[in-house]
């Protein structure tokens, strides 16, 4: 490979510039520049070692003198940035545009550990890359000598220099860059206990694949953190990735307090580009503090007025996490002691439903398992508000007819309670008030009245009481039609309604199969299985019902129906309205069978067949023209004589008609529409 004091590199050029270049060059060793008595010589080694032999040959009065062919020239400049990002195209200069001089002749080299080598060769304005990493990534961009550096990586970032005859190299620093990922941050799940002496790993930040190592920073509650003994301590490290790039991971360590249980911590990457500098923030972690408990006390859901019936749930909390274990006690009224109390797996004591024997003391006791401290909770006093005990006297009341009676509601409460009455049937309201005064009383008040007790102050909280009143009287029977019709030898069901206190009993007069349905205490409902005889048909039949007031009937009167035949049906007769005197029962007449239409029809279709037959028959003879109108007379053999006239009627219109003239010739007259006339007479 060739190097700047390579004589091939001078030689290789022709002419009086490549000579000279050559001597200038020749023995010179790398490409450095330094400062003496005010002018500049090329001289061997680093940069550093060359200022200091330098330093030392003035301070004991040697100068040395430039080659020959070089001119002197001051110190020298700091190298030209170019700043670039991976991935991207970086154009490189020899020089500034005004400077630039002959760049026919160039030769690129890149200096890689203190060592320059050469990359790229430009000769008459062509270029040709030197064999090497760089081979297949430099290209000649312009005539103006701009090298062209394609995809980029972190490896390029480094010092480029170019050198033409009789002129000082020019040295490029490549800077490099490449954005982090979005940081991943991860929260310690185990948690961080308050107690704990040592610092505790917080959270773990990682931004990968950046260029050059991107900075992290740390925030609790949107402040930054900052190193603090004892109190905080940030640990960073870093990994080099084979494509060059940076992944740097930190580690968060603190000494958290009870205070931050709800802290909310991240972190930031601050990286630069060549378009400036720029920053990632990752999401907001929150961490498990531990802390021991202060104090505990007693939660009771729901919240305000509890009474019977309701789902009571009583609860410990505490102030500590982990909440240390919890037992519920409640005072024995008789000894005052407190007594422990059964709790489900949560130690939630659950009272479903409440009763008002839940009412008293309870308390909670926590028990702190890892410094096996305990703390007691105040006394709170729970309190279930009830309505019990509602009665009605008296407990069955009962009155004759025009009778009055008076009902009483009572009940027990720990609340001031209001009563109302109401109508069962209705849902009316008769009475506010314990006491109910009903007079004059009717068959029809007779049934269901519901007493209800209510805490006005405790919303929902009410109890009732449902007593039936009997009014006393004679059966009451159910209204039925006077007459029903009916078909011999059928099958019949007939039934009869009665209410009235006391229950009545049902009798038929006639014989069957009877059953009963009892429709309310006080109702009963008869039905009788009959089979319609001639014997029925005349005497009908006859329901009585009696209790010890009295007794009354309801008369079934059964009339044939001569327009049925007689079939299996069962008609069942049922109850409709109410009266409360005897009453008769009739049954709405059937439809018509089908039976007499379908005969009719079928003798109509067989008339028609028969004449279609006819006609036909002396169609095909010629005894019927077709062109005639009006009638005509047919006369028939002796055997086929007969005393009936046909007439048939032509359902075609006037014009069609026109066109069916007969064979003399004949129209019709406008007023026939067709019809004739077969005399079938002798």
């Not at 700091?78 to 026919?104: D, F, H, I, M, Y």
């Not at 939630?348 to 008002?356: F, G, H, N, Y």
């Not at 509602?390 to 027990?412: D, W």
Request: proline residues 7%; contains cysteine.
């Amino acid at each position: 490979m060739t190097t700047p004091n390579s004589p091939e590199l001078g030689d290789s050029w022709p002419g009086a510039e490549g000579r000279e270049w050559s001597r200038a060059r020749r023995g010179q060793g790398a490409l450095q520049t330094l400062e003496v008595a005010g002018r500049t010589a090329a001289v061997s080694g680093r940069e550093g070692r060359a200022w200091r032999a330098a330093g030392a040959d003035t301070a004991a009065g040697r100068a040395c003198p430039p080659p020959p062919g070089v001119p002197g020239e001051a110190e020298r400049p700091e190298p030209e940035l170019v700043e670039v990002e991976v991935g991207s195209t970086a154009l490189l200069k020899c020089g500034a545009s005004r400077s630039q001089g002959n760049l026919s002749h160039v030769v690129w080299f890149s200096v890689h550990k203190e060592k320059p080598a050469p990359i790229f060769r430009v000769h008459k304005g062509q270029g040709q890359s030197e064999p090497g990493e760089y081979q297949h990534r430099l290209s000649l961009q312009d005539k103006a000598g701009t090298l062209a550096l394609t995809q980029v990586t972190p490896h390029d970032e480094r010092i480029f220099l170019c050198q033409r005859p009789r002129s000082q190299e020019h040295r490029i620093q490549l800077r490099v860059y490449k954005a982090p990922e979005e940081p991943s941050i991860q929260a310690n799940a185990l948690g961080v206990s308050v107690n704990s002496r040592e610092l505790t790993e917080v959270a773990t930040c990682v931004g990968r694949n950046g260029y050059p190592i991107p900075q992290v920073t740390w925030y609790k509650n949107g402040q930054p953190l900052k190193e603090e003994k004892n109190r905080v301590h940030i640990q960073s490290s870093q990994v080099v990735e084979s494509s060059g790039l940076h992944t740097v991971r930190s580690a968060l360590q603190a000494q958290l307090l009870k205070e931050d249980k709800d802290a909310r911590f991240y972190c930031e990457l601050s990286y630069r580009l060549p378009s400036g500098n720029h920053m990632k923030e990752s999401r907001e972690v929150a961490v498990p503090v531990f802390y021991p408990a202060e104090k505990v006390w007693l939660e009771v859901e729901p919240a305000g007025m509890l009474k019977e019936g309701d789902r009571v749930e009583i609860r410990c909390l505490a102030d500590g996490n982990p909440p240390p274990h919890f037992s519920i006690s409640k005072q024995n009224l008789s000894t005052g002691e407190m007594e422990e109390e059964t709790t489900d797996d949560n130690g939630v004591l659950v009272l479903e439903p409440a009763r008002k024997e839940h009412s008293g003391l309870y308390e909670c006791q926590g028990l702190d398992l890892e410094t096996t401290d305990s703390l007691l909770s105040g006394p709170q006093q729970l309190l279930v508000n009830y309505v019990s005990n509602v009665s009605v006297s008296p407990a069955a009341p009962e009155s004759r007819e025009g009778g009055s009676l008076s009902l009483t509601c009572e009940a027990q409460s720990n609340q001031g309670l209001e009563f109302q009455w109401l109508r069962e049937k209705t849902g009316e309201v008769l009475e506010r008030g314990p006491v109910l005064r009903l007079h004059n009383l009717k068959r029809e008040a007779g049934g269901g009245y519901r007493c209800v007790a209510s805490a006005p102050h405790v919303p929902g909280l009410n109890r009732t009481r449902l007593v039936h009143l009997a009014v006393s009287g004679p059966p009451w029977m159910a209204s039925k039609q006077r007459k029903l019709r009916v078909r011999e030898h059928a099958r019949l069901n007939l039934s009869c309604e009665a209410s009235g206190h006391p229950r009545p009993t049902i009798a038929w007069n006639v014989k069957g199969t009877a059953s009963e349905q009892d429709q309310d205490p006080q109702t009963v409902l008869s039905v009788l299985s009959v089979l319609v005889t001639p014997e029925l048909l005349d005497t009908g039949a006859e329901c009585v019902a009696s209790n010890s007031h009295g007794r009354n009937t309801t008369t079934i009167f059964l009339e044939l129906d001569s327009n049925r035949t007689a079939g299996l049906s069962t008609p069942t007769v049922g109850p409709h309205a109410r009266a409360n005197s005897t009453s008769t029962e009739k049954k709405l007449p059937e439809p018509e069978s089908q039976g007499v239409v379908i005969v009719a029809v079928t003798v109509c279709l067989l008339v028609l067949a028969v004449l279609a037959a006819v006609l036909c028959f002396f169609y095909k003879k010629g005894k019927l023209p077709c062109g005639r109108s009006g009638k005509q007379e047919i006369t028939l053999p002796p055997s086929r004589k007969s005393e009936f006239v046909v007439e048939v009627k032509s359902d075609k219109l006037p014009e069609e008609m026109g066109l069916l003239q007969g064979t003399n010739g004949d129209k019709r007259a406008p007023g026939d529409q067709g019809e004739k006339y077969i005399d079938l007479r002798h």
